[in-house]
Antibody, heavy 118, light 107 residues
Framework: EVQLVQSGAEVKKPGESLRISCKGSGYSFTSYWISWVRQMPGKGLEWMGRIDPSDSYTNYSPSFQGHVTISADKSISTAYLQWSSLKASDTAMYYC???????????WGQGTLVTVSS | DIQMTQSPSSLSASVGDRVTITCQASQDISNYLNWYQQKPGKAPKLLIYDASNLETGVPSRFSGSGSGTDFTFTISSLQPEDIATYYCQQYDNLPQTFGQGTKLEIK
């Protein structure tokens, strides 16, 4: 069974760093790109970027480029989303998703809620 | 970025009704469009890929059509479990972009 299991909810202060994770199982992790999607409270879905776990090649949305880092460790089938300096506006639910064919996502993580507050 | 404009933003319908949601792209995206359903507190679920292909296991009352810039998502007979927010998503160009969502409620 294909699963993407994300790390648990986080509460952080502005300026702190954070890395959340997404562990894939039940499939060949290096065969499918992983994307990250943000959903701010009560808002819609925003595509942040994606990574090819086979070689860690990444694409970022310009809206997120420079503010987050997407990485992967194929030895443990895990993708990461990282911030070096959080802002209150980073408060959101973050989902990882597996890229199926050319652009659709059939498997999603359960989401990681990140709360940034002083 | 390609802008995806969904309408309506919210919709109230009765069980058994035919429901239609539209999604317009700011430029030609061929058929590179997907539709998702999201229920409160849950991750999105893929319903339709490549504009008109029904994902495996998704009920046949869901359908999609369109190409170029104009797309339609239809529920042929609304069921109580279809209450959710629906999103279109284009993947013709990076960054991939989603519509703003259509919140569907039961009348």
């Amino acid at each position: 069974e294909v699963q993407l299991v994300q790390s648990g909810a986080e509460v952080k202060k502005p300026g702190e760093s954070l890395r959340i994770s997404c562990k894939g199982s039940g499939y060949s992790f290096t065969s499918y790109w992983i994307s990250w999607v943000r959903q701010m409270p009560g808002k819609g879905l925003e595509w942040m970027g994606r990574i090819d776990p086979s070689d860690s090649y990444t694409n970022y949305s310009p809206s997120f480029q420079g503010h987050v880092t997407i990485s992967a460790d194929k030895s443990i089938s895990t993708a990461y989303l990282q911030w070096s300096s959080l802002k209150a506006s980073d408060t959101a639910m973050y989902y990882c998703a597996r890229l199926e064919r050319d652009g659709d996502y059939n498997y999603w993580g359960q989401g990681t809620l990140v709360t940034v507050s002083s | 970025d390609i802008q995806m404009t969904q309408s309506p933003s919210s919709l109230s319908a009765s069980v058994g009704d035919r429901v239609t949601i539209t999604c317009q792209a700011s430029q030609d995206i061929s058929n590179y469009l997907n539709w998702y359903q999201q229920k409160p507190g849950k991750a999105p679920k893929l319903l339709i890929y490549d504009a008109s292909n029904l994902e495996t296991g998704v009920p046949s009352r869901f359908s999609g059509s369109g190409s170029g810039t104009d797309f339609t998502f239809t529920i042929s007979s609304l069921q109580p479990e279809d209450i959710a927010t629906y999103y279109c998503q284009q993947y013709d160009n990076l960054p991939q972009t989603f519509g703003q969502g259509t919140k569907l409620e039961i009348k």
